[in-house]
């Protein structure tokens, strides 16, 4: 079943046309990575996906229900009821974005508990066994501030996790840290993988994108220029456009 | 007059200046937000409107405020005027205080990261919920030292309620010093403030304390 499928994205932002067409269709349990320049429209797909942008044209659908109608004077509309569909994806932020004034164990806990109005207790017990899990059982006390760049982006891995999404993406997930604290977190991002988490990823690490997708999609300008198995996309690259790109990274 | 007699009838005034002071903190820090948050409306209207009576409230004297509200509707509609003059004279401080606190409010709202509220539309927080639990408690933390500005302002301020002959403690001081010509009740005066205000810093020092435990 497809978890996500957007066809046919337009957005732009004034003049400036950053997605001219774009569709992505994820699986249950896929894990598909998205590369390619900057500017080039990665980020901004997801944060459509993740409705923190309005889409111009096209359509999303989650779990087979739609986001977005077009109502009978055919203008694209987005559907009254977002918080269904925001239960069902998460969103792990280049810079992390955790609450400051929250404990590591509330910034995990508080959603779950306000927004999905679960309970309290078990929540706890839930989310103490996820932090321990991503090796955080000592830091759930702390605040973020205390804590390394790694460490604060597994802390907002866990958040996502609390929410229990069908489908998790990762905005340059490693960006803000240096290697050695990268090491740490696609070491997560891949144990979740392995337990078959659905979850697109954009990044700039290709030995790791080559190592955990299913499928790899490259964008640039405002499009899909190729896409397919890592195998195919690295190995056997098809389009010049991709090759130039992928050379910057070989050398 | 003795100086003890003159701290004494002095020292009764003071619950009046509390009276104003205690009454304007209480309606002008909700009533700022309101202020704030309309100053912040994606209704053009409004933020323009409010942006313009807050410009007024902020750009004329407290004084001639006080004195409208006392006695402009005696003026314009022919009321009687209010024979409480705490009511004219916290109204008046409120809405002149609640402009200040708008715009250090608004100040601190803007200064939150975009991050913040991604985050919280992500897990699904309401509006209300982002506000409440996760933009408000850190504008709070970053505003506090502004805000503890404006109530030792306030603090001062409250003399001006003498321009209505409202019975607080500077009010009964310069009666003092007119019928005895002497300038001792204002010493007593400048001495009751400056105590008043070292509370008040003591106190905020340690919200101030009690609010860094966390790195912004």
Redesign the interface.
Known sequence: MNVLKMTDIKKSFGSNEVLKGVSLTVDEGEVVSIIGSSGGGKSTLLRCA???ETIDDGTITYMGDDVTYKNEKGKLCYSKDL?KF??V???V?Q?F?????FSVLKNVC??PV???GRDKKEVREECLELLDKMGLGDKAKA???ELSGGQQQRVSIV??LA?KPDILFFDEPTSALDPELTGEVLKVIKSLAEEKMTMVIVTHEMAFARAVSDRVIFIDNGVIVEEGTPQEVFGNTKNERTRQFLQNYNN | MTLTTMIQKMSEGLGNTCSIFFLTLLIALPLGVVFALLRMSKNIVISKLTQFIVSVLRGTPLMLQLLAVTYGPFYLFGWGISRNKLIPVVIAFSINYAAYFSEIYRGGIESI?V??Y??A?????SKA?TFV??IL??VI?RILPSVTNEIVTLVKDTSIAFAVSYQEMFTIGKQIANSQASFMPFIVAGVFYYIFNAAVGFVMGRAEKAMS????
């Open positions: 993740t409705l923190l918080k925001k239960k994806f998460g969103l932020f810079n974005n955790l609450f400051p004034h508080d959603a306000s927004v999905l605040y973020p501030c958040r996502a929410m | 990261s991050g913040q991604e985050a539309a992500i897990l699904g927080y919920q639990k996760i408690p850190q933390r435990y966390y790195k912004q």
